[in-house]
């Protein structure tokens, strides 16, 4: 699967099928999620790809990885969506090395205060509001 650690999972039912929420979901990953080419914080982190995440691997209707690395990260973001009964329950797995001493600072600002689970769960929530409002 990955050789980086794993680091958390968040999840959120959806009011959609699996098939709505895998569209709202691409559609996320491959426009707003990314950070713009002239990003400060791109150009800070020095992220590869540009916009933080490129998809590695994907299975249609069921999981879509997003990888990326920086100056003090390489990580995995992986999404996994099953469903029943016209809901899809979407799942936001991190996996993530943090190498050296910066890396260690970097973990500790970015995972210890919270504010990756914020981001993830923000990045769950518009997922979720873009596929309840489509059609």
């Known amino acids: 699967m990955t050789d980086l650690p794993f ?15 895998w569209r709202a979901l691409t559609q996320h990953a491959t426009g707003d999620l990314l ?21 590695a691997d994907s299975v249609d209707g069921s999981t879509l990885d997003l990888t990326g690395r920086h100056r003090f990260s390489r990580y995995l973001l992986r999404f996994v969506l099953t469903g029943a009964d016209g809901k899809t329950q979407l799942a936001a797995r991190t996996y993530a090395l943090f190498p050296g001493p910066h890396g260690r600072v970097y973990r500790a600002l970015v995972i210890g205060s919270g ?6 769960r923000g990045i769950l ?4 509001e873009l596929a309840e409002h489509s059609g």
């Open 7 to 21: 680091v958390d999972e968040h999840t959120r039912i959806v009011d959609a099928s699996p098939e709505v929420t």
């Open 115 to 120: 504010a990756h689970a914020v981001a993830t």
């Open 125 to 128: 929530r518009t997922v979720a």
């Open 35 to 55: 950070l713009g080419p002239r990003n400060p914080l791109a150009l800070i982190l020095g992220t590869e790809p540009r916009g933080g995440f490129e998809i």
